[in-house]
């Protein structure tokens, strides 16, 4: 009887120290791809190379609209396309009822980065070649998920909420 019962303890000793090797595994699996995953993030926030993708629209006096992935706002070293949807208050109407939307293309533009304390980067657009947008603010984290808010002219500003990615990703997409 009493070697049944040892045996079972140290089975279930076994068992213990079997799982937490394989949860410490699994933990430094997640961590390591968790690293390679924000050195990929910084190195296309270093290169201005990258595509904020927005999930959720945040108007300032309205509810928060889901995103289809349709949207986005591509940034590279020479120009700013921007197919962003906006939902709040215009101070001027635009001619074109179409032209709602903050859908534009900026080839003279500042580009400012700073990096944040804990990880991350501010990022602040400006066109120059733009009537409408005064600035583009985007705050990155080192996971690659951000917020972006754009500031108008003749419009209220609209916060987003999404993450961004190789703007090689996107390209590849549309060519299938």
């Known amino acids: 009887m009493k070697r049944l019962i040892l045996h079972v303890m140290l089975s279930g000793v076994l068992l213990t120290a079997a799982t937490m090797q394989l ?37 300032m006096g309205g509810r928060v609209v889901q ?50 304390k804990k990880g991350g980067w501010d990022i602040t657009i400006k066109p120059k070649d733009n009537s409408d947008i005064q ?10 998920y951000g917020s972006l808010q754009v500031t108008s002219y003749n419009r209220q500003p609209i916060n987003f909420n999404g993450f961004i990615q190789d703007n090689k990703d996107k390209k590849s997409k549309k060519k299938k």
């Open 23 to 59: 949860s410490a595994q699994k933990k430094e699996a997640r961590a390591e791809k968790e690293a390679a995953k924000q050195a990929q993030v910084a190195g296309w926030v270093e290169s201005q190379q990258y595509i904020y993708i927005p999930q959720t629209a945040i108007p």
């Open 67 to 116: 995103l289809t992935p349709d949207f986005s706002l591509d940034v590279t070293k020479d120009s700013i396309l921007s197919y962003l949807p906006y939902y709040g208050r215009a101070y001027t109407a635009p001619i074109d009822p179409t032209k709602n939307s903050m859908n534009f293309k900026s080839k003279d533009f500042t580009y400012e980065k700073t990096e944040r």
């Open 135 to 144: 600035s583009i603010n985007l705050s990155i984290g080192p996971d690659g």
